[in-house]
């Protein structure tokens, strides 16, 4: 059964992971999926699309200079036998040859999707230590720094939630539940040292500088806080905020539309 969109492959491919220890977050840093176990030290990133394609390959050959060990996913449609993007076995060997893991997704109608481990991932040959650790650190910060798993591997055209725009959320949240701040009381409320940085730098449209060294939420800032409504919710729970914030929600109009 083919597939109409990459998203589709994102969700069985994070339980493979996931069912193995690993925690799984989608879009991290330009990557589909990255996973991080407690027990090993090196990430590992899968870059999917629906089938094999250069692009992807370079993609995957790319991915390594991070020093993650990177694992290439594509659907495995029985419908297309005899197709070059069904040579499995060979692009296997030239995965290998490249350092890179390979898996395919099977999808059926009546059960659960299949996953098959073509090649597991080497360590990337050709990128210089320093670089790679470099890379890897990159990744671990921005992974460390989302509170979960809110993109799916693969989208397009959408928003995704990054680490800074959860920093930007917690802010705007101060804002919401306490008013008017200054950007000292925003770092100390959400224990942001670069709250100060996001307040003038608005990079959203959300916050409004009212008088020196205080700031408010614009609409914007409420609609964005609707629009990530998940997002906002584990940061109001874990902030100790959900009260404030429905007494927020219902002030500026209830609950929210998205």
């Not at 925690?23 to 590992?44: F, N, Q, T, W, Y």
């Not at 942001?192 to 914007?220: C, D, H, M, S």
């Not at 409504?229 to 874990?238: G, I, P, R, S």
Request: aromatic residues 8%; contains cysteine; hydrophobic residues 40%.
């Amino acid at each position: 059964m083919a597939v109409k969109l990459e998203t589709e492959l994102y969700p069985p491919i994070k339980q493979y992971f996931a069912s193995r220890g690993y925690e799984v977050k989608g879009e991290v840093r330009g990557c589909d999926l990255m996973a991080v176990h407690p027990d090993i030290e090196s990430p590992i990133i899968v870059e999917i699309k629906k089938t094999f394609t250069l692009p992807l390959l370079l993609q995957g050959l790319d991915r390594q200079r991070t020093g993650a060990a990177v694992w290439l996913a594509v659907e495995r449609n029985r419908t297309k036998k005899g197709a070059h993007n069904q040579r499995f076995h060979e692009l296997s060997a030239l995965c290998g040859r490249l350092a890179l893991g390979f898996m395919t997704v099977t999808f059926y109608k009546t059960k659960e999707p299949v996953i098959e481990v073509w090649r597991e991932p080497e360590e990337a040959m050709n990128a210089a230590g320093g670089r790679k650790r470099a890379g890897a650190k990159r990744l671990l910060r921005e992974f460390d720094g989302r509170s979960g798993d809110y993109n799916v591997g693969g989208s397009l055209r959408r928003k995704l939630v990054t680490a800074y725009r959860e920093r930007t959320i917690q802010c705007a949240l101060a804002l919401a539940c306490h008013g008017q701040l200054s950007p000292s009381q925003v770092r100390d409320l959400t224990s942001i040292p670069g709250a100060a940085g996001i307040l003038r730098g608005n990079p959203y449209g959300w916050f409004r500088n009212v008088k020196r060294g205080v700031y408010e939420l614009t609409p914007q800032g409420r609609d964005g806080l609707r629009e990530f409504e998940e997002v906002t919710a584990v940061w109001a729970a874990k902030l100790e905020w959900a009260a404030g914030w429905e007494d927020a929600c219902q002030a500026s109009g209830g609950p929210s539309a998205y």
